[in-house]
């Protein structure tokens, strides 16, 4: 096309003083020559005609439109340039203020159970119907590029496209919250972010500001115990727990309630890592998580989660020992057990990131008819919140109609215009009551949704119920709960978070509350931080006191022997045993593992019998941080080679300090030793596939002691 038109007026000046370094014949018109059609061939195909936004064909993507010859100045007449970058600079919209960092998925979610006794949900009581649903998993204080694997909470938020409109049930990984009422919840994330004068940490709670609120929030302590235990440092997204953490209501047909809490169980089984790997796991991997989501669902490994509930009737709540409207609580499985009413599975990535990942606003507002609200103060204030930053985060008011978050459902009101309209309302009437359009809509009795009567009797105040104002027992129950290597885990990952706090009496602060919660834990911290008595514990409103123990609140005991979810490395060099690598992968692949081969160079290593076997990963950029179990295949030569290889004597120092399972040959056995390896019952014969993958089903939990100094 623009070959066609007549030579502008510039480039016929130019054209008479030719640059004569590129050619001397340089055309008047504009030049086709170059514009990467040459680049282009090995797609193959058939490629749709490259347009502007406004459907104008280009004729060349690589040059802008220049005047005075190919060494001119840029014209700005050149709309396609100014139309690509112009978009290029809007490319951007704000990062969520919390949960910027996310990885999201397709699938759908099956009832198996109907609770129909008690809502008039369809999601809830159609047994068998598969509701489409996306799903997206989040870190809470690092930016959007920020890294996979932080000592930080977990966003598990779903959207159900319900026949009867979208429900989200935006949650987290952890059943409670820092704090009670919405009025903190600025506060709590401005002091988790990174400080505002000197902009750091990134993604990380170990620094003054959080702690300073923390020991200045006696409400946040039974959070801070989830926060400190395995919970925050999870193996993968496919094994996290999750939950709805505030008590909804259900509603029947006649508007009677039943409270409920929704819980989501990894059919995985919940997997974590140890916090030298999590943080070694920010140097091998940033994409950590996202890349095994990425993977798993490539592959046809489809993650899935069990939806459970808890119900309880308003007289069972106002029995039990602490107030169910409070986000800082949980219901103890042993008291309200969990009842499992179906099962979500994630198998289709997301097509395209931003449009999907980025750009889907849950909102726990959203909910369906059956189901309601409680009058948790932290809730109400979500109510409000997400729809009003989505208004900023999405430019407008009609981010609704985005495909990810537009209801699969019909939808109809007489809501019109604003920014990004994409629909074309047709029609004179955009108003109720109407008589002059057949087909306006109208709400409906029968079908709409209704609020459960609350009666809410007392004066107006700001005020916190004093069934509230115990902040301690359930901190107490959590921790007195855990396993003792979990114990062990959580005052370390305190000594480590108040080692990175500056400030001495923000320190000693903190220490003084976990006097209350237990006294062990706090003479425990206060020793790994080298303190020499321990600080005085503040005053309590109310006493902690001892609940039964709950051992449904571990992970590591309940944590599924399984190879499935897990990744098997197999280290090999030229030489290695082509035998034992073909036995050990086959062993691990039979028991659902994934096997990756690592070698010096990705074209992998020639084996003994003569074959090449390629490398998935090259050693120096796929440390063991990323295998949950490994196994070193060699030669004596190449043994003695990778002795010199720091690269590989940190892979077994690294797998053996994160309990992992070690296979090795005889020609590995020098690696071992200069990665300092001790044989214990996790180090294993890579001949002896049985016992290998036994081990490499768990963690060596009985190695840590010999391994690391835990607070
Ligand atoms: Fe959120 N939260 N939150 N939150 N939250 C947001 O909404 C907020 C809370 C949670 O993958 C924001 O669109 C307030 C609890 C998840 O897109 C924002 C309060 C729980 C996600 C917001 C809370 C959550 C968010 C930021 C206290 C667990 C990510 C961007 C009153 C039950 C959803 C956005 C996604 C996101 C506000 C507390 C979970 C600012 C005011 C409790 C999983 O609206």
């Not at 009609?398 to 990810?404: L, S």
């Not at 004066?459 to 709960?481: E, I, N």
Request: charged share 25%; hydrophobic share 40%.
């Amino acid at each position: 096309m623009a070959s066609k038109s007549p030579a502008p007026k510039s480039s016929r000046v130019s054209a008479r003083q030719p640059d004569t370094r590129i050619s001397k014949a340089a055309p008047a018109t504009a030049d086709l020559r170059g514009n990467g059609d040459e680049l282009q061939q090995q797609a193959g195909g058939s490629h749709p005609q490259l347009t502007t936004n406004q459907g104008i064909p280009v004729a060349d993507n690589q040059n802008s439109l220049k005047s005075g010859g190919p060494r001119g100045p840029t014209l700005l007449e050149d709309f396609i340039l100014r139309e690509k970058i112009t978009h290029f600079d809007h490319e951007r919209i704000p990062e969520r203020i919390v949960h910027a960092r996310g990885s999201a998925a397709h699938g759908t979610f099956e009832l198996t159970q109907s609770l129909s006794q008690y809502t008039t949900a369809r999601i809830l009581t159609e047994v068998g119907v598969k509701t489409p649903v996306f799903t997206r998993f989040s870190t809470v204080a690092g930016g959007a590029g920020s890294v996979d694997t932080p000592r930080d909470v977990r966003g598990f938020a779903v959207k159900f496209y319900t026949p009867e409109g979208n429900w989200d049930l935006v949650g987290n990984n952890i059943p409670v919250f820092f704090i009670q009422d919405a009025m903190k919840f600025p506060d709590l994330v401005h002091s988790v972010k990174m400080e505002p004068d000197r902009a750091f940490p990134q993604a990380a709670s170990a620094h003054d500001t959080f702690w300073d609120f923390v020991s200045l929030t006696p409400e946040t302590m039974h959070m801070i115990m989830w926060a400190m235990s395995d919970r925050t440092i999870p193996r993968s997204l496919r094994t996290i727990e999750g939950f709805g953490v505030h008590t909804f209501r259900l509603l029947d047909a006649d508007g009677n309630s039943t409270f409920v809490k929704f819980h989501w169980r990894p059919v995985l089984g919940i997997q974590s890592t140890v916090w030298d790997e999590a943080l070694k796991l920010q140097a091998a991997d940033n994409d950590f998580h996202r890349r095994d989501l990425f993977e798993a669902i490539q592959n046809g490994d489809f993650p899935a989660w069990d939806l459970a509930v808890q119900l309880f009737t308003e007289d069972e709540a106002d029995a039990f020992p602490f107030d169910h409207l409070d986000a800082t609580k949980l219901i103890p499985e042993e008291l309200v057990p969990l009842q499992v009413i179906g099962r979500m599975t994630l198998d289709r990535w997301p097509d395209n990131f931003f449009a999907e990942t980025e750009q889907v606003a849950y909102c726990p507002a959203n909910i369906v008819p059956g189901i309601d609200f409680s009058n948790d103060p932290l809730l109400q204030g979500r109510l409000f919140s997400y729809l009003d930053t989505q208004l900023s985060r999405l430019g407008g008011p009609n981010f609704h109609q985005i495909p990810v978050n537009a209801p699969k459902c019909p939808f109809a009101n007489n809501q019109r215009d604003g920014h990004m309209q994409m629909q074309i309302p047709k029609g004179r009437v955009n108003y109720e009551p109407s008589s002059l359009q057949a087909d306006s809509p109208r709400a409906s009795r029968e079908a709409g949704y209704r609020h459960h009567a609350t009666v809410d009797d007392g004066a107006k105040g700001r005020v916190r119920p004093d069934s509230f104002a115990d902040h301690y027992s359930q901190a107490r129950l959590f921790f007195r709960s855990q396993s003792e290597i979990e114990q062990a885990h959580m005052a370390s990952a305190l000594v480590f978070e108040l080692s990175k706090v500056e400030t001495a009496h923000v320190r000693e602060a903190v220490v003084g509350h976990l006097r209350h919660v237990d006294a062990d834990l706090a003479q425990r911290v206060a020793d790994g931080l080298g303190m020499d008595a321990l600080p005085p514990a503040p005053e309590a409103r109310v006493e902690a006191k001892d609940m039964p123990l709950s051992p449904a609140l571990r992970i590591i005991d309940r944590m599924r022997d399984t190879l499935q979810g897990r990744c098997v490395g197999i280290l090999v060099h030229d030489g290695s045993d082509a035998g034992t690598v073909k036995a050990l992968r086959k062993a691990a692949e039979a028991d659902g593992a994934t096997v990756k081969i690592v070698a010096p160079k990705l074209g992998g290593a020639k084996l003994s019998d003569g074959t090449r076997l390629p490398a998935d990963g090259q050693l120096a950029g796929t440390p063991s941080t990323v295998f949950d179990a490994v196994a070193l295949v060699l030669s004596a030569d190449g043994g003695r080679q990778l002795t010199r290889e720091a690269a590989a004597v940190d892979w077994v120092r690294d797998a053996f300090g994160h309990l992992k399972a070690i296979a090795a040959d005889e020609g590995a056995q020098a690696v071992l030793k200069a990665g300092g390896v001790k044989p214990d019952g996790g180090v294993l014969s890579a001949t002896d596939t049985k016992a290998f993958i036994a081990a490499a089903k768990t963690r060596q939990w009985a190695r840590e002691p010999k391994v690391r100094m835990l607070a």
